[in-house]
């Protein structure tokens, strides 16, 4: 299957129904799309009544692309994450993973739009947070909450009104924000840097005034975002955390029990909003 059939497959799917969320494809079924939430197939010419294991990794190996660091984490973990370009039709977030030794994908449509806060209706108090100057802020929740979203349209109001700079390290790149008043240099995981951890460390030397970490997943990474908030930049980022208090105690834990007391006034002095 060549790259071109590949991408004729997802257009197909994308363009079949309406209101599509996600792409499907695994072994044994057709294509298929979520729409309205629930799976429903589509026909593609010449017909696929049944994915082989064959067609399903060609599919897959064709978004990946021969990027060895994607390739040694479905290889290790048994999954990757990475996002696709269908031209300037659509963008989507990617998930390859093993199944039964196949492997099976699923594409998660990216909104081309950065949608704003008040689309969103997220809390006025979002308005405040793109005037802070430094310090902190952290968007928790439960995967698919839409913390990503939410910290995407934060960027697009201080891309509105501040002419600063912005770099972000994410994985993978979800939003393309535009230069408006702000400078963005968007980077993304495995292709434009090997961590979190050194890609914010890579980050202080590039003259930000923000900086967003798709997620503070380590020690390393909150010790340096820490230290980046300290020094005069606002640090925009994520937890797997459902409220303010696990928040702070998922912190505390990323450190040594003699050192949490240190963290917990660094967090006092830092932390702007969760």
């Keep these: 299957m060549k790259q071109t059939e590949t991408d004729y497959w997802i257009t197909s799917m994308l363009e079949t129904y309406g209101n599509v969320s996600d792409l499907n494809i695994t072994v044994g079924k057709p294509l298929q799309v979520e729409t309205s939430g629930q799976l429903v197939p589509v ?25 060895k660091r994607l390739l040694d984490d479905l290889v290790k973990h ?38 704003t806060i008040t689309q969103l209706n997220l809390p006025k108090l979002f308005y405040n947070m793109a005037g802070e ?16 979203t939410s910290l995407a349209a934060l960027l697009d109001k201080i891309n509105d009104e501040k002419p600063v700079h912005i770099v972000t390290l994410e994985d993978p790149i979800e939003y393309v924000h535009q230069h408006k ?19 914010l460390r890579a980050a202080l030397r590039q003259a930000p005034k923000v900086i967003l970490v798709g997620e503070m997943r380590d020690r390393e990474t909150m010790e340096i ?15 797997h955390t459902v409220d303010a ?23 006092v002095d830092t932390i702007r909003w969760i």
């Design 133 to 148: 100057r430094n310090g902190i802020i952290l968007v928790t929740g439960a995967t698919g909450s839409g913390k990503s």
């Design 78 to 115: 048994g999954s990757c994450d990475l996002s696709y370009w269908l031209g300037q039709k659509a963008r989507f977030r990617v998930n390859v993973f093993s199944q039964k030794t196949n492997l099976s994908t699923v594409l998660r449509k990216l909104e081309m739009k950065i949608p």
């Design 245 to 267: 208090g696990q928040t702070i105690n998922r912190i505390l834990g990323m450190f040594e029990q003699e050192e949490q007391a240190q963290v917990r006034n660094r967090l």
């Design 225 to 239: 975002g820490l230290s980046a908030a300290e020094t005069g930049h606002l640090v925009l980022s994520t937890l």
């Design 43 to 67: 026909t593609v010419e010449p017909p696929v009544p049944s994915l082989t294991p064959f067609q399903a990794e060609v599919f897959a190996l064709n978004l990946i692309g021969g990027n």
């Design 181 to 199: 008043m702000a400078t963005f240099n968007q980077r993304e995981l495995g292709n434009d840097f090997d961590s979190f951890a050194s890609g």
